[in-house]
Each structure stands twice: as C-alpha cells, then as structure tokens.
C-alpha cells in the first residue's frame, strides 16, 4: 500500500468514523438527555430518527454529487457541516432544538460515507481492494459499536453533551488530512443536481416516519396520522417514479437490474434494521430497566467491538478470495443465534453468563457478514458509479434503522422492560435470519468481477 493510498484510508475511515459514531453514540445518551430535557420514549425516538431521515434521504443525493463533482469537495461539505451541528447539539435548551440539530447533522453526514468509500473504490485494485474495504469496515463500524462506551464514559462523568463536542477533533485532523493529501478534484461539466428528487424522497420518508413514531400516541383513526402517512407513501412513490425519467437521478434504477446489487440492498436492509434494533434495545434496556450505568452499558458492546476489530480486514480479503455469499449467509445466521441467547436475561441481568456469550456470537457474525457484503454490492458496479452505489446501499442501511426504530413501539408492546427486551431480540434474530436466507438464494460469486471487467450487470440464474 502506497503512502498516497493509506493517506487516502485513513481520511475515508476518519470522516465516516465521526457519521457512523454518532448514529450509536445517542442511544446510550437517550436517558440522560430524557432525563434533562423531557419527552419520554417519542422524544427519544425523534432524537434517533431525526438523524436517520436526512441521513437516510439524502445520502443518495450526496452520492450523486460526489460522483459529479469530485469526493473530496463532497467530504468537505460533511465535515464542516458535522462539525457545526454538533456543537448546536451540545447547547440545545430543549428537545425541539436537538431534533433539528440532529437533522441537520444527519444531512452532514449523507456526504460523509459515500464519498469515503467511493475515494476508497477508486484508487484500490483487486485483494488490495477488499483488504482496504475491510479495515475501512472493521474501523467505521467499530465506531458504530464502541459509540455507547464512549457515550457512556462522557454521560457518568461529564455531560452527554460533550460527546458531541468530541466530533470536533476527528473532523479537524480529517481536514488537516485533506490538505495534506494536496489532491484535486475531477468534476464532470455536465453535472446535474436532482433536486426535486431529494426534496420528495426527504418529505416522503419524514411523512412515512412520523406517522409510525406518533401512532402509539394518536392512533390510526387520527387524520394527523393517516393523512402524514398516506402523503409520505405518495411522495416517496412519485420520487422512484420520477428517478425513472431524470436526467440525473439520484437513484439510478438500472442499477437494481444487478443481481448481486438488489440482492445485497436486501440482506442489507434486514441486517441494518435488526443492527439497529438491537443496538438501542439494548444501550437503553441495561440503563432504564437493569441499572447499570452509562459507562457500564457502553461496556457491554465492546465484546462485539473487538470481534469487528481483529476480523473485520481478514473476512474481507477471505471473501474476496473465495467469494461473499457464504459469509453473506453464515454471518446473518450466527448473529440470529447470538439474539436469541439474549432470551437468557433474567431480572436481575446477569452480565457474564447472559449477555456475554451472546454478544461475542453477535460480534462474530457481524465480522463475517459486513466486509464481504460491502465487497458483493460495490464489487458488481462499475467502478465510476461507486459514489452513487454506495450512497445507495447506505441509505438502505439508514432507512432500515429509521423504520426499525419508528416501530419501537409496536415491537416491544409500547414499553421496553424485560418482556419487551425478549421480544426485540426474537425480532432482531428473524431479520438476521432473513439477511441470512436472501444473501444465499440471491448473492452469485461469479457476478463480483476484477476491476477492470465491472462494467457490465450481472445476470446470474
């Protein structure tokens, strides 16, 4: 690996370090800022989705653009951005303004980790490419793991709001980075912004999302909810109508003609919704229902963080050698079987003997799953369209979390004590299940091509 290619690792992990950190961070901040600023469960589900709307909608736009306009100016944007709305987080006097501060850092972070990984995918070749995506993997979601340890450590002893603070140093040695790269963009004198297309696809996501949070409170017969909830479908419905015919479509519907893309936005859709059940389920349960500290309950994840860490780079080479789909299948499966031996915990919890072994299962599985399913899905794109694939997969990501968590509720029977905690887990166990099932009828080894042969769909049987 040359000097120019790790300085070119180390920014994407970096600026996707501080996006992927705060998307866990908050959970388990979420009693503390309850705790101060009021709201209950819905607040807290604002707090999580707010973020995950604008991150989720517009990821595909940032896509577009760092495919147009070049992924360093796009990261730029993110970084600065980011840094702003953390810091307005920090200081929120009330939940309303934290809400709007997480949407707008959500935005910032839309630009932050396609373009990351497309700077990745263009200037890495062959194993050398699925070795960078995999320690490119291991770091970013580590940081989605570790996230409540450092949350937790700044919850007991300082504020939570200075773990939003924190998101100005990673950022600003990430700028230093980029200068010091000292590289320019190419930008494509044709370029065009969709942006009626980003403003139907935030609107109808937000209208969908806000009926599902709001309905335990007002029920279906509101007009409040069945009017947001029909009017965010259609405008989400006449966005992919639309991408049909634009000129520059933010997302590119030929691209779903690939059988290992569509494929593996599906698997990713079920394990990035059952990752995201899992990880508030359990940050808030250990806090709110069993008691541990904030520091403690970061503590929790860290088995799994360790896991990601030291097999994340070598799953990623493995798949590239022998091929994703069995990790694709095998990993959803063990993570499914870690799940279920949460059903062990009892009240009061016993870390050792019923959370341990499920969280080490769970971290092997994440290990084996993630690297390889990142490889399958950038792997079968041409490679000048891996700003806008991976913008494309992140915002399933994203979104699975966003519907995931708007459904709280429902799943857990509208309280998150030990009966709920068993019924996420058995919920987040049957997605894994499903990512598990979809990755091995679907995913094709012979679809992810070297390099230089990406250019054409697969069309696997």
């Known amino acids: 690996m040359s000097r120019s290619q790790r300085l070119i690792l180390t920014i994407a992990i970096l600026a996707s370090f501080v996006a992927f950190l705060d998307g866990t961070l908050i959970n388990v901040a979420l009693p503390a800022i309850e705790t101060e600023l009021g709201g209950g469960l819905t607040t807290q589900q604002w707090v999580v989705d707010a973020y995950l709307i604008t991150l989720g909608s517009l990821i595909l736009l940032a896509g577009s653009i760092s495919d147009a306009f070049g992924r360093l100016l796009v990261l730029r944007i993110g970084l600065y951005g980011f840094a702003a709305a953390s810091v307005v987080i920090a200081i929120a006097p009330d939940p309303v303004i934290l809400i709007i501060a997480r949407a707008v850092q959500g935005a910032a972070g839309a630009f932050l980790v396609p373009s990351s990984l497309a700077l990745i995918t263009s200037r890495f070749d062959g194993a050398m490419r699925g070795r960078a995506i995999g320690i490119w993997t291991a770091m970013t979601t ?159 994840s860290l088995p799994t963080t360790v896991m990601m860490v ?91 979390g966003l519907l995931i968590i708007a459904t709280l509720a429902t799943i857990v029977a509208g309280s998150l004590d030990l009966d709920g905690f068993r019924r996420a887990a058995i919920v987040t166990a049957g997605l894994m299940v499903a990512g598990g099932i979809v990755s091995f009828l679907g995913i094709r080894n012979s679809d992810v091509a070297p390099v230089e042969k990406r250019a054409e769909p697969a069309t696997g049987a």
């Not at 997302?251 to 593996?264: A, E, H, K, V, Y």
């Not at 694709?328 to 019923?354: C, E, F, I, K």
Request: with cysteine.
């Open 142 to 300: 580590g940081a989605m793991i570790v996230g409540p340890l450092i949350g937790g450590v700044f919850v007991d002893y300082l504020s939570w709001r200075f773990a939003f603070v924190i998101n100005v140093v990673p950022i600003g040695i990430t700028l230093w980075l980029l200068h010091t790269l000292g590289e320019r963009d190419e930008r494509r004198p044709d370029a065009r912004i969709d942006w009626i297309g980003a403003a139907l696809c935030t609107f109808g996501l937000g209208g969908a999302v806000f009926a599902l949070i709001e309905q335990p409170n007002l029920g279906w017969g509101s007009p409040v909810i069945w009017g947001t909830f029909a009017a965010g479908i259609l405008l989400f419905a006449l966005f992919l109508w639309g991408q049909r015919s634009a000129t520059a479509p933010m997302l590119p519907l030929d691209l779903f003609r690939i059988r290992n893309f569509w494929t593996g936005n599906i698997a990713t859709l079920f394990v990035y919704a059952a990752l995201s059940l899992n990880g508030f389920v359990v940050t808030v349960y250990l806090q709110q229902e069993a008691g541990f500290s904030a520091t403690l309950a970061g503590l929790a």
């Open 310 to 400: 030291l097999l994340s780079a070598s799953m990623g080479s493995l798949s590239d050698r022998f091929g994703p789909r069995i990790f694709m299948t095998v990993g959803p499966l063990v993570m499914a079987g870690g799940s279920l031996l949460l059903l062990t915990v009892t009240d009061p919890v016993n870390y050792w003997l019923q959370l341990l072994p499920g969280l080490i299962l769970f971290g092997l599985g994440l290990a084996i799953t993630v690297s390889p399913l990142t490889a399958a899905i950038l792997g079968a794109v041409d490679p000048a369209r891996s700003g806008i694939a991976s913008a494309v997969n992140n915002a399933i990501a994203r979104i699975a």
